[in-house]
Nanobody, 113 residues
Framework: QVRLVESGGGLVQPGGSLRLSCTAS????????MGWYRQAPGKQRELVAA???????DYAASVKGRFTISRDNAKNTVYLRMNSLKPEDTAVYYC???????WGQGTQVTVSS
């Protein structure tokens, strides 16, 4: 059974930073590409960053240059470092392995002054 546990969200002022973590179990983490998604109120869930098993990364245009995805295979954990946060980054953030239709509970990120 795939289990994903996201953490690290919170309330931050515009221009601030956060680092999200997602720990996975029930999969062979090291061979799975991972993605970070977000869903804002009234909007569809969108992919914001992805990382392959070999460490190649890709980003949505809206976060490129501000967000960094990384992984630690020894800890079965994927991270999302978010800098220069904007109010429009406010959303629930989720991680997901590419090959599995499984979601965690998400972590709320609120960017507001």
């Amino acid at each position: 059974q795939v289990r994903l546990v996201e953490s690290g969200g919170g309330l931050v002022q515009p221009g601030g930073s956060l680092r999200l973590s997602c720990t996975a179990s029930g999969i062979i983490f090291s061979i799975n590409a991972m993605g970070w998604y977000r869903q804002a109120p009234g909007k569809q869930r969108e992919l914001v960053a992805a990382i392959t098993s070999t460490g190649s990364t890709d980003y949505a245009a809206s976060v490129k240059g501000r967000f960094t995805i990384s992984r630690d295979n020894a800890k079965n954990t994927v991270y999302l470092r978010m800098n220069s946060l904007k109010p429009e980054d406010t959303a629930v953030y989720y991680c997901k392995p590419r090959s599995y239709n499984a979601w965690g509970q998400g972590t709320q990120v609120t960017v507001s002054s």
